[in-house]
């Protein structure tokens, strides 16, 4: 039926012309939930439907509830999440897609994902789901309802800003709120904390460029994530796009490195524990990790490859660190010179 933006699914849930399917995913992972948050209010509420785990999806459960008739409300409302169709066997895609074909008239099944990359890994604008999700999107969206909600550019978010600020009592040019939007990888949760705590700050006055560049420390994650990823998978021309992405935030190399570091290592102990039969939960317990989102990813990663293969990285990771801090050698070409003995590991 449709491919809609967030306003216009606003005004569809407005207007209560329901499609009985939803799939909501995108690189904006704040407007995903809050499309997911409205969808289930409609439906009335959280005690009014039956939730899900996509990652552990029980067809059977599924085609069971699928077929239930609403008892005191109007649709039987199913919500599943994170449900990532990569990890299905044949067997159950076919299922989860007769499932889809067959769905009652008072069943509402709600589909979004927050929790895993759908692009698996890739970036640009022609970006496309995975093969397997990209399926079961494109049946959603001649059979029901789309959102796909990437992030919005820089000099799409710096009007954003600009109005959010003046509501705040508070200034800031646009040279400075695209600066912000680029801080902040264009997230428009981060854009709305670092807001909070620059119009604190300047007390009704002025945010300027300077302000921000002392006062908002880049969020590197999207873009390390792209780069260690090219590395693994050896796909230089993706890694060397991630490089030229992370150089365009104009962060400090020591920061920088830190970050691709981090990011290997959390890779690193994946593989380690794979290879010891150690699931996702026992490595969150055993490295204090707070959110699974980047173990769950580092596992996804960490397929086929070894802890040895990625110590290697580490090791010129922490050999250029060194090479910087004495001053040797100019500190993108070291950077540059490091990822590409990386992927020739």
Do not use: W
Not at 20 to 26: P, T
Not at 136 to 152: M, P, R, S
């Amino acid at each position: 039926m449709s491919i809609l933006n967030e306003k216009d699914l606003q005004m569809q849930i407005k207007t209560g012309q329901f499609s009985n399917l939803y799939y909501f995913y995108g690189e904006d992972s704040v407007a995903v939930k809050r499309c997911t948050d409205r969808m289930i209010k409609a439906m009335g509420g959280m005690t009014e439907i039956t939730k899900l785990d996509g990652s552990n999806l029980n067809f059977s459960q599924l085609a069971d509830e699928a077929e239930l008739c609403p008892m005191f409300a109007e649709y039987n409302c199913i919500y599943i999440h994170d449900c990532n169709a990569e990890a299905f066997k044949e067997s159950e895609r076919k299922a989860l897609m007769q499932i889809l074909e067959q769905v009652s008239d008072q069943t509402i099944l709600l589909f979004d994902v927050t929790g895993f990359d759908i692009y698996g890994g890739k970036n640009g604008k022609n970006k496309k789901p995975t093969a397997k999700n990209k399926k079961i999107i494109d049946y959603i969206a001649k059979n029901g309802t789309v959102c796909c909600l990437d992030l919005k550019n820089p000099a799409q978010l710096a009007g954003d800003i600009i109005a959010a600020t003046k509501k705040r009592g508070c200034m800031i040019e646009r040279p400075a709120a695209q600066l912000l939007a680029i801080l902040c990888n264009c997230q428009t949760l981060m854009i709305r904390n670092e807001l909070d705590k620059l119009c604190s700050f300047i007390n009704g006055g002025m945010i300027t460029e300077q302000m921000i560049q002392d006062m908002v420390a880049p969020q590197l994650d999207k873009n390390v994530y792209a780069l260690t990823t090219a590395v693994i998978r050896h796909r230089a021309a993706d890694a060397m796009r991630a490089v030229n992405e992370l150089m365009s935030l104009r962060v400090e190399m020591p920061y920088l490195m830190a970050a691709v570091s981090g990011s290997l290592i959390d890779v690193q102990r994946a593989a380690a524990a794979r290879k010891a039969g150690k699931t996702v939960q026992d490595v969150m317990h055993d490295f204090d990790y707070k959110f699974s989102y980047s173990v769950e990813r580092a596992f996804r990663d960490s397929v086929g490859e070894s802890p040895e293969h990625i110590a290697k990285c580490l090791r010129l990771l922490c050999d250029a660190e060194k090479q910087m801090h004495s001053g040797m050698m100019d500190e993108r070409v070291l950077f540059e010179k490091t990822v590409i003995e990386m992927l020739r590991r």
